[in-house]
């Protein structure tokens, strides 16, 4: 992980690699952004006409690199977009701050160190950008050979990616400030967290399965303090989970619930959260289409989530109770695999008819949150991959949230848009549950194909306790990132909703949430 320090150091004294400073977009163009006076001086105050002729506008996502005057002892000035100059007496966002900081991170892979000279001026700005450097500056590497590639003769010898940058520092912070400080300290215990979750999500289903998850969360749980419960495939046929064991009896790896707990001495509310964490979904007997295949290891995003989020609530020792649960199971096609017609026996109880094996995380997540609700948490808040229908709705990069509690979804729908998690709550409409009636079962999996992402989630809803404030949100956009990196988001795994979920936390710890 990226080292990450405050230094009140001048931008023109300190060594490093580089100096990253923020240019916004002006109405004649190009804007030095605070924090970069020293830099401009060196530049003799010309830092943006320059910028200006290089071809930079300011604009979001955009870096340039130049070569460093005489006067700076870094050798190198990236300059990146923060967008148009914010009004009079208004700051820049710290969603602004935290994607350019993620720019420059990735711009700067390979790199030792960086001096980072954005503006902030609070404790928030400098949370900002100490997130968006981190997290910008992740990598997953685990697969890489250690060597160089072999190379012919005359040809260049590949050494693959390069490292993320390895040391940030932030000007303009102060180390002795104690809300510099925690704010610092905060930013690195979430996005350590939030890159596990993106390592779990990357890491290859050969490798990564519900034996093995299990095992990741154990170790986690151990060495931060979080209690860890793993029930076995075994101990689930004990249990009657039907809904698990009808996914994962196609498996030679067979599925575990997984449950998590952080408590604090005076805690007066306990939150429930549930992943789904399908490892490999294939479909099952109802095989998904060519194309659809090979990115289905990041169908266990929920939960890595969720073991993020538990994870990141006890490092920060908020006042709240935690509980996670993680529903694992691997999703195949074999000669034991629940077949569509198939019913099953939930461990609530009720009886679902199968008609579709590839809608499978609603009937993972149904066990769980049955399990969680027998605890009686003040909430439930569960978060899946679930539905393809999600993503035609709200794009990729956008997460639904629906709830049996109009006050609860706004609330959780507004942390995420504070946290910088593009998010949009979406209704549980009555009348699409008459679509899963089943003439054999108590309810089946699949409704009408029109609303699919609302129905999943009136599936779901059926298996809230009795009385519990429950939100469920659809990650399948956000979770998995196919396309070039932009901001603070990688390529593959991205950990969304991890911040959502802590800020959550964070919000009942505080008695904020009622």
């Known amino acids: 992980?990226?080292?990450?320090?405050?230094?009140?150091?001048?931008?023109?004294?300190?060594?490093?690699?580089?100096?990253?400073?923020?240019?916004?977009?002006?109405?004649?163009?190009?804007?030095?952004?605070?924090?970069?006076?020293?830099?401009?001086?060196?530049?003799?105050?010309?830092?943006?006409?320059?910028?200006?002729?290089?071809?930079?506008?300011?604009?979001?996502?955009?870096?340039?690199?130049?070569?460093?005057?005489?006067?700076?002892?870094?050798?190198?000035?990236?300059a990146v977009g923060l967008g148009t100059v914010p009004a009079k007496d208004e700051a820049y966002g710290a969603e602004t701050l935290r994607?350019?900081?993620?720019?420059?991170?990735?711009?700067?892979?390979?790199?030792?160190?960086?001096?980072?000279?954005?503006?902030?001026?609070?404790?928030?700005?400098?949370?900002?950008?100490?997130?968006?450097a981190l997290?910008?500056?992740?990598?997953?590497?685990?697969?890489?050979?250690?060597?160089?590639?072999?190379?012919?003769?005359?040809?260049?010898?590949?050494?693959?990616?390069?490292?993320?940058?390895?040391?940030?520092t932030l000007l303009g912070g102060k180390p002795r400030d104690k809300a510099h400080k925690a704010a610092v300290e905060r930013a690195i215990s979430l996005t350590e967290e939030i890159n596990r979750a993106r390592d779990l999500i990357n890491t290859p289903p050969n490798d990564l399965y519900p034996e093995t998850f299990a095992?990741?969360?154990?170790?986690?749980?151990?060495?931060?303090?979080v209690k860890v419960q793993v029930t076995d495939e075994k101990a689930l046929v004990k249990g009657g989970y039907g809904g698990l064991l009808g996914v994962g009896q196609g498996s030679e790896h067979g599925p575990r619930l997984v449950r998590l707990e952080y408590t604090h001495a005076k805690a007066k509310k306990t939150i429930a959260l549930v992943g789904k964490g399908i490892t490999y979904d294939s479909g099952g007997i109802s095989l998904?289409?060519?194309?659809?295949?090979?990115?289905?290891?990041?169908?266990?995003?929920?939960?890595?989530?969720?073991?993020?989020?538990?994870?990141?609530?006890?490092?920060?020792?908020?006042?709240?109770?935690?509980?996670?649960?993680?529903?694992?199971?691997?999703?195949?096609?074999?000669?034991?695999?629940?077949r569509p017609g198939d019913v099953l026996r939930m461990y609530s109880g009720k009886t679902v008819e199968v008609l579709n094996t590839d809608a499978e995380g609603r009937l993972v997540l149904a066990d769980a949150i049955?399990?969680?609700?027998?605890?009686?948490?003040?909430?439930?808040?569960?978060?899946?991959?679930?539905?393809?229908?999600?993503v035609v709705a709200l794009g990729n990069r956008t997460f639904g949230i629906m709830s049996n509690d109009d006050a609860f979804r706004t609330s959780v729908h507004e942390i995420a848009e504070e946290v910088g998690e593009a998010s949009w709550p979406m209704p549980l409409p009555s009348e699409l549950l008459k679509g899963m009636d089943s003439p054999t079962a108590d309810i089946a999996n699949m409704g009408e194909?029109?609303?699919?992402?609302?129905?999943?989630?009136?599936?779901?809803?059926?298996?809230?306790?009795?009385?519990?404030?429950?939100?469920?949100?659809?990650?399948?956009?956000?979770?998995?990132h196919e396309g070039a990196p932009y901001g603070y988001t990688p390529k593959g795994g991205t950990g969304s909703s991890v911040r959502t979920l802590v800020r959550l936390a964070e919000r009942t710890a505080a008695g904020d949430l009622g």
């Open 99 to 132: 994607r350019a900081a993620g720019v420059a991170a990735r711009t700067l892979s390979g790199a030792k160190k960086a001096a980072f000279a954005l503006p902030t001026e609070a404790a928030e700005d400098i949370a900002a950008v100490a997130e968006g």
């Open 449 to 480: 194909r029109m609303g699919g992402g609302l129905v999943a989630g009136l599936f779901l809803k059926e298996f809230v306790g009795e009385g519990i404030t429950w939100a469920h949100l659809d990650i399948a956009g956000p979770a998995f």
């Open 288 to 338: 998904k289409p060519p194309g659809h295949n090979e990115t289905m290891k990041c169908d266990m995003s929920g939960a890595a989530a969720v073991l993020a989020a538990v994870v990141s609530a006890a490092r920060l020792g908020l006042q709240v109770n935690v509980t996670g649960w993680l529903a694992l199971a691997e999703n195949m096609p074999s000669g034991t695999a629940t």
């Open 215 to 225: 095992a990741i969360a154990t170790a986690a749980g151990k060495e931060h303090g």
């Open 370 to 390: 049955t399990r969680a609700s027998e605890e009686k948490p003040d909430a439930i808040v569960d978060v899946a991959t679930l539905t393809g229908a999600m």
């Open 1 to 78: 992980m990226t080292a990450l320090t405050l230094s009140t150091a001048g931008a023109a004294t300190l060594r490093a690699d580089a100096i990253v400073v923020g240019v916004a977009k002006g109405a004649k163009g190009p804007v030095v952004a605070p924090g970069a006076e020293a830099v401009d001086k060196a530049y003799d105050g010309k830092l943006a006409s320059v910028l200006e002729s290089l071809g930079a506008t300011g604009a979001e996502g955009e870096a340039t690199k130049l070569p460093a005057p005489s006067g700076l002892k870094a050798p190198i000035v990236i």
């Open 135 to 168: 997290l910008g500056a992740y990598a997953f590497t685990a697969y890489r050979g250690s060597e160089k590639t072999k190379a012919g003769k005359g040809d260049k010898a590949d050494s693959g990616p390069k490292q993320p940058l390895g040391e940030v």
